[in-house]
């Protein structure tokens, strides 16, 4: 006799899951095969459009957590979605940190923009240490966080310059005309 293959009770079931899941287990699998499917759905549907990045963010983690708790189902051999839920995680943690990327190349071009049109040495600084602690914290939602060095390295050089200019400067100005 075959056995349910989330609870081991007797097995029935129809269709895809004859033979596989007990009455019970059926309906409720279908349930949350349903209502996983909708939101991963909805998901990927806003991935496609523009949205901000933390929307995105927060969408694409969706989808993975939804693909994550469907993801006991396809071990078992059951039959989920197209394509299937490991398929779904593999390609969205790769987006997942492609978004992330994004956000990092965007948050580097804005705080170097704003650095070059800051009208004080000081402000220019704290643009950029502003600038650090956003890559910072992007580099914490990546798998691989060195990928956000160089960007690191670009305002960090940019600091250094204004500093150096800075430095400059005052050197000229208290030497006086010669
Ligand atoms: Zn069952």
């Given amino acids: 006799m075959d056995v349910c293959r989330l609870c081991g009770q ?7 899951e004859a033979g596989k899941l007990c009455a019970a287990c059926a309906a409720s699998f279908r349930d949350e095969l349903a209502r ?18 933390p929307t995105r ?3 694409c983690d969706l ?5 994550r708790l469907l993801l006991p189902y396809e071990d078992k051999g059951l039959e989920t979605l197209e394509p ?13 940190e492609r978004i992330v990327m994004e956000a990092v190349t965007a948050y580097t071009e804005l705080a170097s923009l704003r650095a070059e049109h800051a009208d ?3 402000a220019k600084v704290d ?13 914490r939602e990546l798998a691989d966080p060195s990928q956000v060095a160089p960007f690191e390295q670009t305002l960090m050089i ?11 400067l005052r050197k000229v100005g208290e030497s006086g005309p010669s």
């Fill in 10 to 16: 007797a097995a029935s079931g129809a269709g895809a």
């Fill in 36 to 53: 996983r499917a909708r939101v991963i759905e909805d998901c990927r549907a806003l991935l496609l459009r523009d949205a901000t990045f």
């Fill in 57 to 59: 963010l927060a969408h």
């Fill in 63 to 67: 989808l993975l957590d939804n693909a």
């Fill in 84 to 96: 299937p839920p490991s398929d779904l995680l593999r390609r969205y943690e790769v987006q997942r």
């Fill in 120 to 122: 004080s040495i000081e």
């Fill in 127 to 139: 643009t950029l240490v502003t600038g650090l602690r956003r890559l910072d914290g992007l580099a």
């Fill in 158 to 168: 940019l600091a250094h310059e204004a500093h150096l200019d800075d430095l400059v």
